[in-house]
């Protein structure tokens, strides 16, 4: 039997463990239970990869990623690991020769579509071959309130029944204290040992805009800072994804759309290709991106307002896995307020239902309107706390001004106060902001707005300043928004902005220019630039990697990281033993891709 530490080295290349990575491992390799929290890129596959080879037996990994088991097991074959699956995708025949492989002893890991639970076959199946454990992976499907409930996944109380002495353990990065609790009770995990590492990526840039004219923003951000990388960009609806990726293809661009409404084969190819070609932009609803475990996400743009920090969190958590330097962008604007609070008025289920939906959204906002650490404010709320700022946000690197924006505030409040008392009338925020800013629009002068006190008090802001004081009132809860039309109407707060009980404090709005690189240590650690007498190898070796990638038909990512080109790159080793060094050359890849890379190195050299 070998030590974890040997495998690491050996089998994947790598010379130590990370964070709770070690723990974890001997705790299981010792047949303990675990429950793992940990953030996406935090290194969860070796948590179950590295017992499963050094306990006897096969380990059974459940996982609900049908689409990407092939690459799973692409990846461990790459690294010498014997590695299969059994799900619906495959033949009878393929089937039946995995089988045969599991009761043999002949793999290492063996990874389960939940559907397989319910079979009879299954138990009988698994009761012929030698379990050395269970990894129960995106173990949030098991919660029934969360977005990804897989019903099959109940019946994973079963197999603990049955192989009571096999340890479990079960692993997500869904971080709330309340997905925790009910994965563990439903999972019967109460008893195992929680390990709950910190949620911060400190490789990820996060960065919020105020949204002018978002496809253009979007296009200088992927034109200055993102040329030629891999990335995702979110939208809210279908069909703005469908023009969205339209426009970037027209803009020379290469990006594919991916939403619930395109056909199963497209969806697929389009996935498909996103994980196996360089530098593609995939452009998305939430429908895509779960388990979607490519390591060069370089940025990931939201172009619409998610629906929570949660959500928020998740999805530019997909940046960035490798460590290296990552952007999350997002552009937001007072529409997407008034839409959101819109889909939440008219959303099915009862007003608790609507309330919390509510409650996500205000947490959501004050995450966008804050003029402190973005980071901090993200991991406040899964209860983390950072020290200090950090460094590595928009705010900490271009600190916004603040504004005393009471005044502002009271005209805007009172217009709107006017228009209801008075008139028992209700308008969105553009008429109410022409009426300050003293425009005989045909609509003001079709209800006499000319003729109200408000009207021309209001012309020291400007029309996209005055947008931004109206999202930030809603924001901060002193202005509310409803129905169809987005009229507005005040809340109990607003009457102590009007009874000048209140000052309000806004956030200037800057002209954003891309902030400059990080600051704090573990970011500018993380930021490691490739230095530029290393650049041209770092191509070469691209190119090889994607040329053998496409001879056999593996994502580029299979053969080496870009972590580890880049260290190749920049090291330049001249014999086989050196490049054995390397961060991610295990001794399996340095026999089938070592004499290839020296070679590349030698003919740019
Ligand atoms: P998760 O499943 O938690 O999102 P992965 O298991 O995919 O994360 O690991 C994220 C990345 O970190 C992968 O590229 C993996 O190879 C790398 N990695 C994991 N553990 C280590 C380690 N101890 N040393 C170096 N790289 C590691
Ligand atoms: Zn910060």
């Known amino acids: 039997m070998s030590e974890p530490a040997q495998v690491l080295r050996t089998v994947f290349g790598y010379d130590s463990f990370r964070g709770d990575q070690q723990a974890i491992v001997e705790h299981v390799v010792a047949g303990g239970d675990a429950l793992v929290l940990m953030p996406t890129g935090g290194g969860k596959s070796l948590c179950y990869q590295i017992p499963a080879l050094v306990r006897d037996g096969v380990g059974i990994v459940i996982s609900p990623l049908i689409a990407l088991m092939q690459d799973q097991v692409d990846a461990l074959s790459a690294l010498g690991v014997r590695a299969g699956f059994l799900n619906s995708t495959q033949d009878p025949d393929e089937r039946r020769m995995m089988e045969a492989l599991y009761v043999a002893g002949e793999l290492d890991l063996l990874y389960l579509a939940p559907e397989r639970l319910r079979m009879e076959s299954t138990p009988q199946l698994l009761s012929r071959g030698k379990i050395s454990l269970f990894a129960i992976d995106e173990a ?4 029934q309130w969360g977005h990804d409930f897989r019903p099959d996944y109940l019946q994973l109380s079963h197999l603990h029944e049955r192989w009571p002495e096999v340890p479990r353990i079960a692993l997500t990065a869904t971080a709330t204290e309340a997905t925790r609790k009910e994965i563990a009770s439903r999972l019967n995990l109460e008893q195992a040992r929680h390990f709950v590492s910190s949620f911060d990526r400190p490789n990820i840039q996060y960065r919020i805009v105020p949204k002018n004219e978002p496809k253009r923003q979007l296009l200088d951000l992927l034109r200055t800072e993102h040329k030629g990388d891999a990335g995702i960009v979110y939208c809210l609806s279908r069909s703005s994804v469908d023009k969205t990726a339209e426009w970037l293809t ?3 661009i290469q990006a594919l759309p991916y939403h619930a409404g395109l056909d199963a084969q497209t ?10 070609e360089d530098g593609l932009v995939m452009v998305a609803t939430i429908a895509f991106g779960m388990g979607i475990d490519k390591p060069d996400v370089r940025f990931v743009a939201h172009l619409d307002l998610p629906k929570s920090v949660e959500g928020y969190y998740q999805e530019t958590g997909r940046a960035g896995r490798d460590g290296l330097p990552s952007t999350a962008w997002l552009a937001y604007g007072l529409q997407d307020v008034v839409q959101q609070r819109k889909m939440i008025d008219t959303s099915e289920g009862d007003d608790a239902h609507r309330r919390r939906l509510g409650q996500h959204l205000d947490a959501m906002l004050a995450l966008c309107e804050t003029v402190e650490c973005r980071r901090s404010g993200l991991l406040a709320y899964f209860n983390e706390t950072l020290t200090e700022a950090c460094g590595n946000c928009d705010t900490c690197l271009t600190p916004p001004e603040s504004w005393d924006g009471t005044i502002a505030a009271q005209k805007f409040l009172s217009a709107v106060f006017r228009l209801d008392k008075e008139r028992r009338q209700r308008f969105g925020a553009g008429q109410v902001i022409d009426i300050l800013l003293g425009r005989k629009t045909a609509k003001v002068i079709q209800h006499d707005h000319d003729g109200l006190t408000v009207f021309g008090i209001g012309t020291e802001l400007n029309e996209s300043e005055w947008r931004g004081v109206v999202r930030q ?28 009980r209140r000052e309000v404090r806004l956030r200037r709005e800057n002209a954003a220019k891309p902030p400059k690189a990080a600051r704090t240590a573990t970011a500018k650690a993380a930021a490691a630039e490739l230095p530029a007498e290393a650049a041209p190898a770092f191509e070469q070796l691209r190119s090889w990697r994607a040329a053998t990638a496409r001879e056999q038909g593996v994502p580029a990512y299979v053969i080496f990281h870009d972590a580890t080109l880049r260290q190749i790159a920049t090291q330049a080793p001249t014999t086989l033993a050196e490049l054995g060094t390397v961060s991610g050359v295990g001794e399996n890849k340095l026999a089938k891709y070592g004499q290839a890379v020296l070679d590349t190195l030698a003919a740019g050299g």
């Open 140 to 143: 949030h499907c098991v919660s």
């Open 473 to 500: 009132l809603l924001a901060q809860g002193l202005l509310a928004v409803e129905g169809d039309y987005g009229t507005l109407s005040l809340t109990e707060a607003s009457a102590d902005v009007l009874g000048r």
């Open 250 to 252: 027209e803009q020379g």
């Open 267 to 276: 969806r697929a190819t389009n996935q498909a290709r996103f994980l196996r």
